[in-house]
Every structure is written in C-alpha cells, then in structure tokens.
C-alpha cells in the first residue's frame, strides 16, 4: 500500500529565504508524482506535475525534482513571498495493489508560513 | 477558461439524511475524481468516472456513490449520513483517465458538507 509522507508539518521562514519541501513515498512504482498549494478553505491549486519517465519541472520560481528509487520528492521554492504562505501537498499517482485502483495518495502537507 | 465548479459549497445536513453533491469538469476533461478531506485523516480517494463508467474506486463505505453524465458532469451522493461525514468534498477533472503520467488533476473549490 502507498503511502506519502510529508516533513516538516509546519515551516516558518523570513520573506527572500529560499526553501525545500520534502516528499516520501515507500513504493517506487507510481505513474507521476503532483505538488499542489492549498489556502485556508480553499481547494487545491496545482503546481507542479512530474511525469514517472521526468527527474524534474520547473515554473517561475518553483522547481520540483523526483527521484522514484529513492522514493523521494522535494519542491524547491525560491525567494519566497509572503504570498506563498499555504499549505503544499504533494501526491503520488499509484496503483492499489489489492484493489486496482488509480488513484492520487495525498501526504498531509506542510504549512508553510512566511514572515515579512 | 473556466475551472471546475462545484455546487452547493456548504451544505449542513442531519444523521440520516441523505445529499447530493455537483461538479462540473474543465471544458474537454473526460475524468472526474471525488475526494474526502478531513484534519485527521486528510486527502482520501473515493471514486474516478471516466466517459460516464466508473473506472477506479476508492475504499469507501456503498453509502457513498457517484455518477457521470455525457457532458462529464458528474454527481456524488451519500446515503443516511453519519457524522463522520462532515467533511471538504473536492472533485478534480482531467484531461487523461488515473493511471496515465500525464494524467494532471486539477480540483476544484469543494463542497463543505457538516452532518449535525
């Protein structure tokens, strides 16, 4: 069974600071890996997909690199914003092994907090 | 272009009763995704429908269902409610069916179900 594990829970850093967020996943078979932003009370916001033949993407400021064998994700952040203050999630495309299903496996996210 | 829709975005309902809930997909997306957001236990798969069949089911309860209608609009219903229910139910289209690396989910605001 997949599972996605996201740490830090919680990040707070200064406007201008550059930043990583990590991604675990324990099973390296997944079909694509997705970022997504959400705000408070708000649906996600997609940012970033990485397909399962790619190492990474990038999108202004955002850089996302996946490594399968090590099954391991991190999202760069660049000179961060106080607008980026959200929480990130990131989710594994995967197969349910007893079940068949295809399915995005959602790790709990981090909250990012930014300070001006 | 518009993004996904749902409707109503806040509902409250009774143990027992039943609702329905809608989303419209992106213009041209075929799939439609349902997922349940809750603080404990976060982002959890419930179906995928897919040119109105449903392809992928997550491990939910018969009491949750859901259809797809020609024009890839799709409905979720749950039967006699319980108040485990209360939740942010978030739908997601997409161009491609699960299972496809290029298969980028895009959600949208949600519905906030409270079952008193």
């Known amino acids: 069974k997949q599972e996605v594990t996201q740490i830090p829970a919680a990040l707070s850093v200064p406007e201008g600071e550059n930043l990583v967020l990590n991604c675990s996943f324990t099973?390296?078979?997944?079909?694509?890996l997705q970022w997504f932003r959400q705000d408070p009370g708000k649906g996600l916001t997609s940012l970033l997909l990485i397909q399962s033949s790619q190492r990474e993407q990038t999108s202004g400021r955002l850089n996302a690199s996946l490594d399968k064998s090590s099954g391991r994700s991190t999202l760069y952040i660049a000179a961060s914003q106080p607008g980026d203050s959200a929480t990130y999630l990131c989710a594994a495309g995967a197969t349910d092994s007893q079940g068949g299903s295809e399915k995005l496996v959602f790790g709990k996210g981090t909250k990012l907090t930014v300070n001006p | 272009k518009a993004g996904v829709t749902q409707t109503p975005r806040y509902l409250i309902k009774t143990r027992g009763q039943q609702v329905t809930l809608s989303c419209s997909p992106i213009?041209?997306?075929?799939?439609v995704s349902w997922y349940q957001q809750t603080p404990g236990q976060g982002l959890q798969f419930l179906f995928e429908y897919f040119s109105e069949t449903q392809r992928n089911k997550g491990n939910f309860p018969g009491r949750f269902s859901g259809r797809q209608f020609s024009n890839s609009r799709s409905e979720m219903n749950v039967s006699t409610l319980e108040l485990g229910d209360s939740a942010l139910y978030l739908c997601?289209?997409?161009?491609?069916?699960?299972?496809?690396?290029?298969?980028?989910?895009?959600f949208g605001p949600g519905t906030r179900l409270t079952v008193l």
């Open positions: 997601a289209s997409s161009l491609s069916p699960g299972g496809s690396s290029y298969n980028e989910q895009f």
């Open positions: 099973d390296s078979a997944i079909y694509n």
């Open positions: 213009s041209g997306h075929r799939s």
